[in-house]
């Protein structure tokens, strides 16, 4: 009797033992689904939170913060959006759909007018800013920023981002203001080899993911250290000091220090563009 009370208690101890196990493995599962679930929040939330440029300030806003570095760290390129093997200038581009537009718009050309110079002026509530377009070096981007400034998608559209700590840039290019819009396609970056920052400097803004060339981008307005990762595809040949201005105000610190939106509101009034 006593011997058969003993397996029973033996056997009672390994079925708790079991389900010991099997609870444990199963809050583990749990845990690993709650981890997992948490990284799809921060990618979606990075997804939305706008076109990332490069480390500065705290927040998730445009151009980037790049998510998490600091003010002064430096800058993170993307290895995705490396340069394609494009001969230069092109002669087609390649637009693709890519989310909601801003602001409805037609998509570009594929066949450039990679002959052409071309010049744009952006008139805004502070002054004018010339910039001359660097048609040959970066046509597929030349051409579809031409191709919005023609179709007004610039127009009454206000400077989202300011910074002037580390990296010195105003950057403009989304008609909804918060950083997040586009017009609806994207395209590849251009003209990366060599590239450099320097003040005077338009070059577009992208997210983390490849071939993420919309509208937005940015006037640098002091020598910057960025990687090569941003498409130059203009000079600012007049205006410059008109961003220095603004830049000299401030901005509202809304990322973090010196990353924000201009204390002084920017709004591009029109973007002309003259073939010269």
Known sequence: MAGKKDRQRKL?????????????????????RAIAGGV???VAALAVGGYFLFGSGGGSSSASSDATASAKASPKASATNSAATVSEPAHSCTYTKSGTAARTVNRPATKPDYQASYQATIATNR???????ANSKATCTVNSFVSLAKQSYFSNTKCHR???SGIYV????????????????????ENLTGAKYTAGTVA???????????????????????????TPFGTITQGLPVIQAIAKVGSNNANGTGDGAPKESVVIKSVSIKQT
Do not use: W
């Open 12 to 32: 009672a101890r390994e079925r708790m033992a079991r389900q010991e196990v099997r609870r444990a493995q199963q809050a583990h599962k749990a845990r690993i």
């Open 40 to 42: 799809v929040v921060v």
């Open 127 to 133: 002054g004018n800013i010339v910039i001359n377009l």
């Open 162 to 164: 300011l910074t002037t």
């Open 170 to 189: 105003l950057q403009c290019g989304d008609p909804t203001g918060t950083g997040t819009g586009g017009p609806g396609y994207a395209f590849a970056n």
């Open 204 to 230: 577009m803004a992208h997210t983390t993911a490849p071939n993420s060339n919309g509208s937005q981008f940015f006037l640098v307005y002091q020598n910057s250290t960025l990687p090569a990762d941003y």
